[in-house]
């Protein structure tokens, strides 16, 4: 066959819709994946489901289908184009009844295939270490999620009995790529290096606009033309998993050697041991050569086997952040923002609220990176967060912000106040042979 | 000559570690990067936000893009899900670190 073309239609849950749009109509493409889970996005999609059963999968998943079914499935005078995306979230199942409502109501016949098998939440046992130091038994009742990362196994499942949907839950970002490679060109599960390059290319894709532009003007040092139309990304493949990578035409952004360099190493820490379920990538060797513009080759990537133990991420409920924010300005902003952080922390010990951990910065002064001697601001944004153990002891934290309108220095304004419950993640390994894709048609 | 002028970067979180790619716009400064660059310089540059207890700041190089990624475990402090910090992903790590002053030979 000739290239294969795999869009990438999302970089996480909320992203923009338009560019995926684009790239179905106009991208001439095989497959468009939409990649929309972060660390923490099932845990709390897990969290919906247990407050409704049908729920947990991606908020924008209906839209989403709405706006890019009518390009899929087989159409006359088209390549015919499937979409694999870990969308599913906690609850692939829901998603894709959704998805065969929105389809059938489009009018459109389509085989939509859920992938299953990532959760693992009631498959651990108590005594399992996670990389936080605490067992999973010791959460108890706070445990809400532990989802594998899957490799490309499921996936191809589905491909195999034609989907022209595929929805997944927890799947390694690079694999939503990497299956319809494999698929496509009948690549063996142990041809690493095949693997190694099309996890690059999957890795390339993962965060869509990331490569083509987004996420990387510096005005003045590097300018990226109509950021405001930035089009997601598509790579062409070849037999061997040799890939340039490139956008629709007409769309805003750049794909260049530097906007693919940024992304190359984005997320990854050995470069020559990028580790995934399918294959021990290996990048370090990675290079891109500018075909034209808009057209860059990337060549280089190489695997080895992949490891013997799966990542499986659990999401568990710790406490509370509680936060407050107050803006000061004119002449003295810092100095009246300065007495206004030192108040609040007072009152917070006068009053015995129960804090973990307590965080007081001046936005603009000192809270990203700490304090370095400056010009004095023409404003400054006292922030004051802290996490608890129990909600009511959150609450004061917002509150005793607010009360600087009336109790404290002069001329505070712009308060807001926030309490949010804390779902951490922690990670553990299990062995390949404890979990067990499959799939749902 | 501060690094902003040579090189461009983008930060990534996993779990409470972040990396950070210094990529140099042009082959021929590529060296001087890896030469002044040194993890200890980058975790003296981060002395307040590093967790003293935490594993040391590790350099990787990839000489086919002209880069370097800095991998620094523990700066999050708990995670994007757990960090009381306003930027918890530590996304504008990478471009503080641009502000990093080179000595640029004559």
């Known amino acids: ?441 | 000559m501060k690094l902003h002028r040579l090189a461009h970067s983008r930060t990534g979180d996993k779990g409470d570690t972040s990396n950070i790619s210094i990529i140099a716009y042009r082959a021929e400064d590529y060296p001087l990067l890896c030469e002044q660059l040194t993890a200890e310089r980058v975790t003296a540059f981060f002395k307040d936000l590093l967790e003293p207890m935490a594993a040391p700041v590790r350099r990787y190089e990839l000489p086919n893009v002209q880069a370097l990624n800095f991998v620094l475990p523990g700066i999050l402090r708990g995670g994007v899900t757990r960090s009381l910090a306003l930027d918890a992903h530590g996304k504008c790590l990478g471009s503080a670190l641009l502000d990093l002053d080179l000595i640029i030979p004559t």
Not at chain 1, 44 to 68: C, F, K, N, T
Not at chain 1, 237 to 261: P, Y
Request: charged share 25%.
């Open chain 1, 1 to 441: 066959m000739n290239a294969l073309r795999i869009g990438s239609g999302a970089g996480y849950s909320g992203d923009r819709i338009e560019p995926a749009v684009e790239l179905a109509e106009h991208g001439d493409l095989d497959y468009l994946v939409f990649e929309c889970l972060a660390e923490r996005t099932i845990a709390l999609a897990q969290q919906v489901r247990i407050s409704d059963p049908q729920g947990g999968y991606d908020p924008l998943l209906a839209e989403r289908m709405r706006r890019v079914l009518p390009f899929v499935g087989r159409l006359a005078g088209r390549r015919r184009l499937r979409v694999i995306t870990n969308m599913g979230a906690a609850n692939p199942l829901a998603a894709a009844i959704e998805v065969r409502r929105i389809a059938a109501e489009l009018g459109l016949g389509l085989k939509v295939v859920a992938v299953l098998g990532d959760d693992v939440l009631h498959a651990l046992p108590g005594e399992q270490l996670l990389d936080n130091g605490q067992t999973v038994g010791s959460l108890g009742e706070r445990l809400i999620s532990a989802n594998a990362y899957l490799g490309v196994d499921g996936i191809l499942e589905a491909l195999r009995v034609d989907a022209d949907v595929v929805i997944t839950g927890r799947v390694a970002d690079p694999s939503l790529f990497l299956a319809p490679q494999m698929f496509e060109f009948g690549w063996a599960f142990d041809d690493w290096q095949r693997l190694g390059r099309g996890t690059l290319v999957g890795h390339l894709l993962e965060c869509a606009g990331q490569v083509s532009g987004g996420y990387f003007a510096d005005p003045g040092f590097k300018d990226v033309e109509d950021l405001a139309r930035l089009g997601f990304p598509l790579a062409e493949i070849d037999a061997d998993g040799n890939a340039l990578i490139t956008k629709v035409a007409g769309s805003g952004g750049r794909v260049s050697r530097a906007t693919c360099a940024e992304q190359l190493i984005y997320e990854v820490h050995d470069p020559a041991a990028y580790l995934t379920p399918d294959v021990t990538a290996d990048f370090s060797q990675v290079g891109f050569v500018e075909e034209s513009v808009d057209r860059v080759r990337a060549q280089g990537a190489s695997g080895r086997a992949r490891p013997e133990q799966l990542k499986v991420s659990v999401g568990y409920l710790d406490g509370w952040i509680g936060e407050g924010q107050m803006s000061y300005g004119g002449p003295g902003a810092v100095a009246r923002a300065e007495l206004a952080r030192g108040v609040v922390l007072k009152r917070l010990a006068l009053i015995g609220v129960n804090m973990q951990d307590l965080r007081a910065e001046l936005i603009g002064m000192d809270s990203l990176h700490g304090p370095r001697s400056s010009v004095e601001p023409w404003e400054v944004r006292l922030r004051v967060a802290a996490r608890c153990d129990e909600r009511s002891d959150a609450v004061r934290i917002g509150n005793e912000v607010e009360t600087l309108y009336t109790n404290g220095p002069a001329g505070g304004g712009g308060a807001s106040k926030s309490v949010r419950q804390v779902v951490a993640v922690a990670s553990l390994l299990l062995p390949r042979e404890a979990v067990k894709p499959r799939i749902e048609e």
